[in-house]
């Protein structure tokens, strides 16, 4: 009978775990609305959005900013009192998230002039950046101006750590003067 019991509440305790674990994630992701904003959708401009990014996509950047091999300025710092499996879980938490496009305005011409020098990026992001060729890849459309400006110019800077070597190579390609025609045209796009 005793052993029963114990058993019983073994199980029981092993069936609110992963419940606990959830409502832990969700706490630990509200920290991150601050900046991301609710759902994982950036208020902007030099905060992106990550509800429904990849997860793969997603944890790789956290572990990278934790091992110190991409820079930022700020989620270095943070992500390194978080474990993997927090990481992890954060990921998860994000991809599963809709991905909500924060469509912003630019004039044609700037338009035509982003979409002239987006040749090279339409093979990983897709034509409008919402249709990445593999999980790995971010979502672009929709995502703020500002912060994807500021992220090309990272890559085209070899003193920043950058880890992706694809990206570091076609942002140099980019005439400087096509690097924000290039984010303004991705972020006016809804899809």
Known sequence: MRSNLLMALAALGLAATPALAADSIENLARTCNNCH???????GPTMPSIGGLSEPYLKNMMLQWKSGERYSATMGRLIKGYSDE?????????????????????????LAQGKAATDRCETCHGDTGGKPDDTDTPKLNGQW???????????????????????????????????????????????
Do not use: C
């Open 86 to 110: 927090q990481i992890g879980a954060l990921a998860t938490h994000f991809s599963k998230l809709p991905w909500t496009p924060v469509v912003q305005k630019a004039d044609a011409k700037v």
């Open 37 to 43: 904003g609710i759902n994982g959708v950036s208020v």
């Open 145 to 191: 101006a500002r912060y994807m400006e500021l992220e090309l110019m990272k890559y085209r800077n070899d003193a920043v750590k950058m880890p992706h070597k694809k990206m570091r190579g076609n942002s140099k390609k980019l005439d400087e003067a096509d690097v924000a025609a290039a984010a303004q045209y991705y972020a006016a796009q809804p899809k």
